[in-house]
Nanobody, 115 residues
């Protein structure tokens, strides 16, 4: 059974930091590209950052320079370090695993940034 379990969300003041984690099980994690998405109620889910199986990273313009995605294949975990948080970063954050025609989503973790 495939599971992606996010953790690390919460309430933080603007300018603060959070680190999200996504622990994967049931997949050959090292071959999967991993990504973080976020969604605000009533809006489309948007890509925040992604990391390939080889470690190449990609960021949304809105998060570039503030967020860092990384992965630890030994722990089957992908991370999202979020610094200099802004109120507009408030959303539900989801991790996604992608390999060929397979994709899996976690259940999400809520991030709230107060002004």
């Amino acid at each position: 059974q495939v599971q992606l379990v996010e953790s690390g969300g919460g309430l933080v003041q603007a300018g603060g930091s959070l680190r999200l984690s996504c622990a994967a099980s049931g997949i050959a994690f090292s071959v999967y590209a991993m990504a973080w998405y976020r969604q605000v109620p009533g809006k489309r889910r948007e890509l925040v950052a992604s990391i390939s199986s080889g470690g190449d990273t990609n960021y949304a313009d809105s998060t570039k320079g503030r967020f860092t995605i990384s992965r630890d294949n030994a722990k089957n975990t992908v991370y999202l370090q979020m610094d200099s948080l802004k109120p507009e970063d408030t959303a539900d954050y989801y991790c996604k695993g992608i390999f060929m025609n397979r994709e899996y989503w976690g259940q999400g973790t809520q991030v709230t940034v107060s002004s």
